[in-house]
């Protein structure tokens, strides 16, 4: 059985920061290329940023790029979001989700959704201003 569990979300000042954490049982985890996407009230999901299967790369939607940074844990199966100088525009429900690259390349990744084989339930963070 496959889930990821996201966890780390709250309510935060504009300026601070927040890590979230994905543990992931997902097997082989580096199987996987992993994920953030975000959903703010009455917006569509966007993608936030990802890192690929090896861990060698990682990429950063225009709007987070500087302030936000994925890592990944293979001993632990767990990725990570640290979130720094935090906006109210960041306020949304943040996903892991997990994208089956056993066929493609170890330092591949996807921007798309539609892309992802399994996702979590989601966790809320709330910037104040």
């Known amino acids: 059985q496959v889930q990821l569990v996201e966890s780390g979300g709250g309510l935060v000042q504009a300026g601070g920061s927040l890590r979230l954490s994905c543990a992931a049982s997902?097997?082989?985890?580096?199987?996987?290329?992993m994920g953030w996407f975000r959903q703010a009230p009455g917006k569509e999901r966007e993608f936030v940023t990802t890192?690929?299967?090896?861990?060698?790369?990682?990429y950063y939607a225009a709007s987070v790029k500087g302030r936000f940074s994925i890592s990944r844990d293979s001993a632990k199966n767990t990725v990570y979001l640290q979130m720094n100088s935090l906006k109210p525009e960041d306020t949304a429900v943040y996903y892991c989700?997990?994208?089956?690259?056993?066929?493609?390349?170890?330092?591949?990744?996807?921007?798309?959704?539609?892309?992802?084989?399994?996702w979590g339930q989601g966790t809320q963070v709330t910037v104040s201003s």
């Open positions: 989700a997990a994208d089956d690259r056993r066929l493609l390349g170890s330092n591949t990744y996807s921007i798309s959704g539609n892309d992802y084989d399994y």
């Open positions: 997902l097997r082989p985890f580096n199987s996987y290329a």
């Open positions: 890192i690929s299967r090896s861990g060698e790369r990682t």
